[in-house]
């Protein structure tokens, strides 16, 4: 067996991989995670975590790539906090079982109702782009809905990796919750394994091939993944307002790489020029406190507010290969890449060409294409013929164009008038469809996804009418047919008079 890099080195992968499932589906099979108050519990155990180590976790973020303190707590640490907070407040009433109807000619004998029950032992897959809150947030769904959970965090994001391995088994149960390192190629292994459920967020490339080995043990999965998400500008929008949110939410959160980040704009012909000067405008006033301090040769402090760097040299590599591609394109770059400190500053196309490489991959960094359109049925024929994404962002004035936008495209989510805001709520589902991923989660669709519903019928041994069983009189098939087909008590009393047929 191959001894792992990473962890514990006296023990070889196979080992930590079947300690970690068995300690954890033998912790669930005790019963012990489905009580509501050992659920609580582990939520407000995490969340005294992240207010007691909220420094250390923001460090981690700043060495891992370069966020704020103000970014890493703004993004990641509180939108983990917010999901403790729901759960705390509404965990009791979405684990309180569901009436379900029964039709009348049962009602006298027979109850049903919907339980959730958890799934049993979930492997949680994080990434590195946000790597406390894509790990942590899907946790908390999973420890809510009452499973035992294994969480493999993101190797890239070694810090962040390093202090979750430290701090969940202090905080939380770590029978039940078990944190386990593993490189890209332990991974492989990793999937060999049996869970009762895989949650992944990254690439679509990885996502087929966590599909398919989950498929060997009909795993059910949910896969966060990405892909191209659009933003189309209308003439009738607030062209400023536009930009100025477009480009807040592409460059100055994580520096684009963000799976909802707006992948390319298709702005209505009439207002290109006018968006490019609010996008160049509006990057000017987000970055120059940025500006003047890199002309001072001093590192900037994780206390300003700052974009962040490319997660590592492979990355910086890619985008730079991808520019280089469509340098003909460029009509505004912010400044220099440099590849020491692994910064590259946001970069503005127009009309780049269809067939380049930017325009057909995830970009997943600080560059945004710019596409003319001469009509909006252009613009949503174009996001139609691809594949389809995870968000899509509309900016208009015109409500019958915002509807038919939401009602001709697919994606995961549409958002009118801004952008990236979806994520933050907890009242709607967040995730995608086709490429872009399958599954959702955030608040009570955190608990749907990591649960099972279970109908349960319950019926009286003393009411057995004997028309159920055979053999069957021509008018018992016809009143048992007719009470199948949902037909009314005054139908079925026609048919047992004879006055009405079936």
Not at 29 to 57: C, N, S, V, Y
């Amino acid at each position: 067996m191959t001894t792992s890099i990473m962890g514990d080195l006296t023990l070889s992968l196979e080992d930590r991989i079947e300690e970690a499932i068995n300690t954890a589906r033998g912790t669930f099979q005790t019963g012990r995670t489905r009580p509501l108050k050992w659920r609580i519990t582990q939520l407000k155990a995490l969340k005294t975590m992240l207010d007691e180590h909220e420094h250390a976790f923001c460090s981690a973020l700043y060495r891992d790539l370069g966020k704020s303190y103000f970014e890493a707590n703004y993004i990641e640490l509180d939108n983990v906090r917010n999901s403790c907070d729901f759960f705390v407040k509404n965990l009791k009433k979405l684990m309180k079982p569901k009436s379900a109807d029964v039709p009348w000619y049962m009602k006298s004998s027979t109850k049903a109702k919907v339980i959730h029950e958890p799934l049993g032992v979930v492997l949680i897959f994080s990434a590195w782009n946000y790597p406390l809150l894509l790990a942590l947030d899907p946790l908390v769904a999973a420890i809510a809905a009452g499973n035992a959970v294994v969480v493999k965090p993101a190797e890239c994001a070694k810090s962040m990796c390093l202090i979750l391995k430290q701090l969940l088994p202090k905080y939380l149960d770590a029978h039940a919750v078990k944190v386990l390192e593993a490189t890209k190629e332990e991974c492989a292994v990793l999937l060999t394994y049996k869970f009762d459920k895989i949650f992944y967020t990254g690439s679509p490339r990885i996502g087929r091939i966590i599909m398919e080995a989950a498929a060997k043990h009909l795993t059910p999965v949910t896969l966060e993944l990405g892909g191209k998400s659009p933003a189309i500008v209308d003439s009738t929008a607030d062209i400023f307002t536009a930009a100025r949110r477009l480009a807040a939410t592409k460059w100055m959160i994580n520096c684009g790489q963000t799976c909802i980040a707006p992948d390319y704009v298709l702005v209505h012909s009439d207002v290109t020029s006018l968006f490019l000067e609010g996008l160049k405008q509006s990057l000017l006033s987000f970055m120059s406190p940025l500006l003047e301090s890199a002309n001072t040769d001093v590192e900037t402090d994780q206390e300003t507010d700052f974009m962040p760097r490319i997660i590592n040299k492979e990355s910086l590599a890619r985008l730079q290969t991808l520019l280089d591609e469509v340098q003909d394109s460029v009509v505004f770059k912010l400044g220099e890449t440099d590849t020491k400190k692994l910064t590259m500053m946001p970069t503005i196309l127009l009309n780049p060409s269809m067939e380049s490489k930017i325009m057909q991959e995830e970009i997943f960094g600080p560059i945004l294409p710019v596409l003319q359109v001469h009509n909006m049925e252009e613009a949503i024929n174009f996001v139609c013929s691809r594949p389809q994404p995870l968000a899509l962002y509309m900016f208009t004035s015109n409500k019958k164009l915002a509807k038919e936008v939401v009602e001709k495209t697919s994606s995961g989510s549409v958002v009118i008038n801004d952008a990236g805001t979806q994520f933050g709520l907890e009242s709607i589902p967040f995730g995608g469809i086709g490429e872009s991923g399958m599954g959702s989660y955030h608040g009570r669709y955190g608990f749907d996804t990591f649960s099972h519903q279970k109908g349960v019928v319950t019926t009286q041994a003393s009411s057995d009418d004997p028309i159920r069983y055979p053999p069957y009189s021509a008018k018992n098939k016809a009143i048992l047919r007719a009470c199948l087909r949902n037909k009314s008590m005054l139908d079925v009393i026609l048919i047992k008079l004879g006055m009405r047929k079936f």
